[in-house]
Protein backbone atom coordinates (compact mmCIF):
# COMPACT_ATOMS: atom_id res chain seq x y z
CA UNK A 1 0.00 0.00 0.00
CA UNK A 2 1.32 3.53 -0.56
CA UNK A 3 1.70 6.05 1.93
CA UNK A 4 -1.01 8.99 1.79
CA UNK A 5 1.08 12.05 1.76
CA UNK A 6 -0.35 15.70 2.77
CA UNK A 7 2.46 18.44 2.99
CA UNK A 8 5.21 16.36 3.22
CA UNK A 9 4.27 14.35 6.24
CA UNK A 10 3.72 10.23 6.10
CA UNK A 11 -0.31 10.15 7.01
CA UNK A 12 0.08 6.09 7.38
CA UNK A 13 1.76 5.14 10.59
CA UNK A 14 4.45 2.39 10.82
CA UNK A 15 3.01 -1.12 11.15
CA UNK A 16 4.46 -4.15 12.54
CA UNK A 17 4.96 -7.45 10.66
CA UNK A 18 3.20 -9.83 12.63
CA UNK A 19 5.65 -12.46 12.21
CA UNK A 20 7.53 -10.23 14.60
CA UNK A 21 5.01 -9.44 17.53
CA UNK A 22 5.71 -12.00 19.91
CA UNK A 23 2.56 -13.59 21.87
CA UNK A 24 2.89 -11.34 25.27
CA UNK A 25 2.59 -8.37 23.26
CA UNK A 26 -0.70 -9.10 21.48
CA UNK A 27 -2.15 -10.67 24.75
CA UNK A 28 -0.84 -7.40 26.59
CA UNK A 29 -3.04 -5.21 23.89
CA UNK A 30 -5.92 -7.48 24.10
CA UNK A 31 -6.23 -7.80 27.69
CA UNK A 32 -8.02 -4.63 27.94
CA UNK A 33 -11.80 -4.64 27.37
CA UNK A 34 -12.36 -1.60 25.23
CA UNK A 35 -9.04 -3.18 23.13
CA UNK A 36 -10.92 -6.47 22.84
CA UNK A 37 -14.16 -4.44 22.00
CA UNK A 38 -12.24 -2.35 18.93
CA UNK A 39 -11.08 -6.33 17.33
CA UNK A 40 -14.76 -7.77 17.73
CA UNK A 41 -16.34 -5.12 16.05
CA UNK A 42 -14.21 -4.70 13.38
CA UNK A 43 -14.30 -8.60 12.78
CA UNK A 44 -17.92 -8.52 13.13
CA UNK A 45 -18.17 -5.96 10.81
CA UNK A 46 -16.48 -7.41 8.55
CA UNK A 47 -15.08 -4.10 6.80
CA UNK A 48 -12.87 -1.30 7.48
CA UNK A 49 -14.03 1.23 9.70
CA UNK A 50 -13.27 4.96 10.98
CA UNK A 51 -12.35 5.13 14.41
CA UNK A 52 -15.65 7.19 15.25
CA UNK A 53 -17.71 4.32 13.79
CA UNK A 54 -17.13 2.20 16.42
CA UNK A 55 -18.75 3.27 19.78
CA UNK A 56 -16.99 3.11 22.82
CA UNK A 57 -17.60 3.79 26.26
CA UNK A 58 -14.16 6.51 26.50
CA UNK A 59 -13.05 9.85 25.81
CA UNK A 60 -11.84 10.20 22.24
CA UNK A 61 -8.17 10.56 23.75
CA UNK A 62 -8.43 7.52 25.03
CA UNK A 63 -9.80 5.86 22.37
CA UNK A 64 -6.92 7.09 20.34
CA UNK A 65 -5.06 5.31 22.65
CA UNK A 66 -6.55 1.88 22.51
CA UNK A 67 -6.41 2.07 18.89
CA UNK A 68 -2.68 2.81 18.95
CA UNK A 69 -1.95 0.49 20.92
CA UNK A 70 -3.85 -2.25 18.93
CA UNK A 71 -1.64 -0.99 15.71
CA UNK A 72 1.86 -1.34 17.60
CA UNK A 73 0.93 -5.37 18.57
CA UNK A 74 -0.03 -5.56 15.03
CA UNK A 75 -3.85 -6.00 15.41
CA UNK A 76 -4.79 -3.13 12.90
CA UNK A 77 -4.09 -1.79 10.27
CA UNK A 78 -4.63 1.95 9.82
CA UNK A 79 -4.58 4.35 7.15
CA UNK A 80 -6.41 7.40 5.68
CA UNK A 81 -9.55 8.09 3.96
CA UNK A 82 -10.20 11.97 3.02
CA UNK A 83 -9.60 12.85 7.06
CA UNK A 84 -10.69 9.80 8.16
CA UNK A 85 -8.79 7.54 10.05
CA UNK A 86 -10.07 3.99 9.23
CA UNK A 87 -8.67 0.28 10.98
CA UNK A 88 -8.60 -2.65 9.47
CA UNK A 89 -8.64 -5.88 11.64
CA UNK A 90 -5.27 -7.90 10.07
CA UNK A 91 -7.30 -11.11 10.36
CA UNK A 92 -5.87 -13.28 7.65
CA UNK A 93 -2.05 -12.60 9.21
CA UNK A 94 -2.93 -13.07 12.93
CA UNK A 95 -4.68 -16.35 11.67
CA UNK A 96 -1.87 -17.65 9.99
CA UNK A 97 0.58 -16.78 13.03
CA UNK A 98 -2.06 -17.08 15.98
CA UNK A 99 -4.80 -19.12 14.99
CA UNK A 100 -7.75 -19.43 17.00
CA UNK A 101 -7.10 -15.94 19.09
CA UNK A 102 -9.14 -14.09 17.28
CA UNK A 103 -12.13 -16.33 17.24
CA UNK A 104 -11.31 -16.19 20.54
CA UNK A 105 -12.04 -12.67 21.27
CA UNK A 106 -14.80 -12.61 18.85
CA UNK A 107 -16.82 -15.50 20.92
CA UNK A 108 -16.30 -13.47 23.98
CA UNK A 109 -17.88 -10.66 22.45
CA UNK A 110 -20.80 -12.80 21.33
CA UNK A 111 -21.45 -13.72 24.82
CA UNK A 112 -21.57 -10.56 26.30
Known amino acids: MAAAREGGRDRVPPHPDVQDVGLQRVLEALVD ?3 RR ?4 LDAAGADLSCGAIDLPVSKSTATHHFHVLREAGLIRQYYVGTSRMNALRRAEFDAVFPG ?3 AVAAERART
Open 38 to 41: IVAE
Open 33 to 35: PVR
Open 101 to 103: LLD
